[in-house]
């Protein structure tokens, strides 16, 4: 029998009041079953609210090591069992084993990351004007916050937004993607072992119409922090801002890799397949253009196509897998679509393209990995976000070129460049709009002690991650204590 999975509403494990409930099933064999998960009403999410808003006063007043305590004991019972909580991930979201281990584990480094943080200064004394005047300005919780999440970082992307959160003093309604509860529900777990009080941290599985659309509507929830689609994302920003809250958005990417002529070739593209194919392309960060000078031009195709043609597709539980599954058979569909227009607009497919049947494929949503070349700037495979292991290969005339076509769209997440030459690397790190640079390596990556996020379409607000997350978490109180 399945298990039955529930809602986490003040600190009590709880059915949706609508009945319905949802299999998760796992996109490399659909025939596993991980459980059923509730669908969380409008009226549930409000619950939730008001219990988070309830829990509050007193969650502000604790004092800042103890939170920072219970972050710890969260880490610690993550870290024991990171090899289940991996597993759950990758049956649940398709990613490798070894991916989904080092997701819990970079979760785990979040959560010990922000325990530390709650020993830090919580604000600064200022010179005043008067002889006597003690002036001090200190950051302080905001209240109720809602965390929107998608499903390709179903560990990660919650941790980084919930460990700040919760230690700067914040209560919580977390609503993950629907796809991926089962990881929600070990992180939410993990925080229930650690002994926070009832109501700090509340979990409502459901659609994003209905508890999502709670959260960002609800007056108590002072701010929202969302990664996901742009469409989803700006729509909801601007109903935040109508009421007066605060909205932080991680959206969509076109990552470029750049390779310029004095790249090591072998490197490049391992540096590129990383990227694109890890995850089965289904990252924010992931590499979805290759922008490669003219005179290595035809020898990095070459190379990264034979490279890639080697990769081994398959159940990301299996060892030797490279790439898993896309998440379910909607994302399939659109990354097939994108294939079929990417021929139909003049690129040329070099491999890939193609569903993956029959045998280990049956039950399971695969594409094999796909590299298009002669593909032109304005083409719809260059400018859209795929979100699948799909590379567009571009060719750049010279430097400038490169540049260009790097900015060339409305994201500006992640770029990697691939060179030696220090004097390029400094010109492109100065001249490519992204908010994530890397020198030689690729795309994807982020430590999570230094700030997150995009330029252009890609972000909007505050930056997580790191001391940047304080900005969004908190708010400024400015004190002038004067003796009588
Ligand atoms: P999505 O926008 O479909 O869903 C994200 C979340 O929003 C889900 O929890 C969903 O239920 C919820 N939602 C949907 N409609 C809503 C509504 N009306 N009100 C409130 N919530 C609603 O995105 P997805 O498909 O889960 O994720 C993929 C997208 O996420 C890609 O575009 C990817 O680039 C982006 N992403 C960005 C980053 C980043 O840091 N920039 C990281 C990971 C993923």
Redesign the pocket.
Known sequence: MTQAYQNYIDGQWTDASDRARTSNLNPANTREDLGTFPSATRADAARAIDAAQRAFPSWARTPMPQRGEILTRAADWMHARRDEIGAALTREEGKTFAEARGEVARGVSILRYYAGECLQPTGEVYPSAGAATFLFAERVPLGVVGL??????PCA?PTWKMAPALAYGNTVVF????ITPLTAWYLVSAFEQAGLPPGVLNLVVG???QA??E??ENGQVKAIS????????T??AATVAQRGGKAQL????KNPIIILNDADIARAVELTVQGAMLSTGQ??TATSRAIVTREVANDYRDALAARVKQLRVGDGMQSDVYMGPLVSADAEKTVLEYIALGKNEGARLVTGGEKLRGGEFENGFFVAPTIFDNVTPDMRIAQE?I?GPVVSVLQARDIDDAIALANHTRFG?SASVVTRDLNLALRLIREIEAGVIHINSMTAGAEPHVPFG?TKA??SGLREQGKAAREFFTEWKTVYVDPL
């Open positions: 929107i999440t998608p499903w390709n970082f992307i609503k993950p993607a629907e659609r994003g119409s999502g659309q959260l960002v969302f990664t996901g689609s742009n469409q989803v994302g729509r909801l991680e959206l969509g990417g990252k924010c976000e979100f997440l995009g890609s972000s």
